[in-house]
């Protein structure tokens, strides 16, 4: 272990002879050096991320847009855990009993509703906030016997399997240090300063993952802590960055950049990195939405003939909410008997809106959105 003090803290030596890192309180000291690299990397991010928020504004309905990101980005947040669910596992899930991998993305996507709800109902980014959607993060499932929604009171350890305190990679604060930590943190979070949000979040995401606060659950609790601090500062009006998947594409570097901050306080470099990954991934968003928007102007031309006109629209808007469909589904969205159900699904099909999930089924038969499923899935694999 490197002993000395750093930007960032420094280790120190505890009873069963091995060493947890004390954190400093932020902001970074000395300051932040944002030299022509960073605003410029800066500047990047926030264009893409006013231009993500203007486009939903022009969805037909946001809403639903929203939705399915935050399934996505619960898929992917889980992915980097172990998780391994597809896309479609998701959507089906409440059409078949869950696996465990099921309903571990499930509770992220209401942990992140709950905590969206909560500060919609004024409550700020706290600690208190922090142990609801944990909670409701581990509520059932893996994970749920390492006391959710409390902070942990004994120590952790990030390393390979089969690690131990004296060989992981990285102890976190011990657990006195950790509450002290964590109360400088809030502190952090809800002062008023001249720290561009952006940049404040990167510092925070960081603190956040290095104090390491619970004993399963951190790195999900510290990426929904992205979006809720988006929403919270009104830079979004609606949750939809979420920097999973490109911590999922540089896992390596983004763990390099969190050690070389606890290591060597490169604040600098991991700031840079964040920004990067903001940029990149409003990006994509942006163009999600505008291939999104392109597809439902190219199908609902398709729609326009006398035996579409009737059901064909209403059906399709279903499809952008719901992209795997039975026959009941569609029968229940319509209002309509079986049988039409099944006309109406052969007519999507022979258009190319649907196709069957499993070709080889004889009964109870879904049926995919496929171009639609084809522009979210990006990145899940």
């Known amino acids: 272990m490197n002993l000395m003090s750093t930007r960032a803290g420094h280790f120190a030596p505890q009873l069963g002879g091995y060493e947890a890192f004390v954190l400093k309180v932020l902001p970074p000291d000395p300051p932040l050096v944002k030299d022509d690299e960073m605003l ?3 500047s990047e991010a926030d264009r893409w991320l006013g231009r993500l928020d203007g486009i939903t504004r022009t969805l037909p309905n946001p809403d639903l847009f929203v939705d399915m990101y935050v399934k996505k980005e619960s898929l992917l947040s889980s992915q980097i855990e172990g998780t391994q669910a597809s896309f ?3 959507l089906a899930y409440a059409k078949r009993t869950p696996t465990d991998d099921q309903r571990e993305v499930s509770n992220y996507v209401e942990a992140l509703h709950h905590g969206l709800r ?3 109902d004024g409550l700020p980014l706290c600690l208190r906030l922090i142990q609801a959607i944990h909670g409701t993060l581990l509520a059932t499932g893996r994970g749920s016997e390492r006391s959710p929604g409390e902070f942990r009171k004994s120590q952790n350890w990030i390393g390979a399997s089969g690690s131990t305190l004296q060989t992981a990679m990285f102890v976190p604060p011990c657990a006195q240090e950790m509450t002290e930590a964590l109360r400088a943190l ?3 979070i809800n002062a008023e300063d001249m720290l561009q949000p952006l940049i404040k979040i990167a510092l925070i995401h960081a603190q956040f993952e290095s104090i390491h606060p619970f004993l399963d659950g951190n790195g999900r609790v510290g990426r929904l802590l992205i979006t809720f601090w988006l929403v919270y500062q009104k830079i979004l009006t609606r949750p939809l960055l979420y920097l999973s998947i490109y911590f999922k594409q ?6 390099d950049r969190l050690m ?3 290591l060597n306080g490169e604040w600098e470099a991991w700031v840079k990195f964040f920004l990067r990954g ?3 991934v409003s990006e994509d968003a942006v163009t999600a939405a505008e291939k999104i928007l392109q597809l439902r102007a190219a199908l609902l031309g398709k729609l326009e003939t006398p035996s579409c006109r009737r059901h064909g629209p ?3 808007e279903y499809l952008f909410a719901h992209p795997i469909v039975t026959r009941k589904d569609v029968a229940g969205c319509l209002g309509v008997s079986s049988p039409t159900a099944a006309e109406i699904i052969c007519t999507f099909e022979g258009l190319g809106i649907v196709v069957p999930a499993n070709p080889t089924a004889k009964r109870n038969q879904h049926y995919k959105f496929a171009q639609y499923l084809d522009i979210l899935e990006v990145g899940t694999a």
């Open 278 to 280: 903001v940029a990149s």
């Open 250 to 255: 540089h896992r390596a570097e983004y763990y």
């Open 260 to 262: 070389a901050v606890r």
């Open 88 to 90: 479609t596992d998701i």
């Open 118 to 120: 909560m500060i919609a």
């Open 186 to 188: 809030e502190a952090f």
């Open 40 to 42: 410029k990397l800066l």
């Open 314 to 316: 209403r059906l399709l």
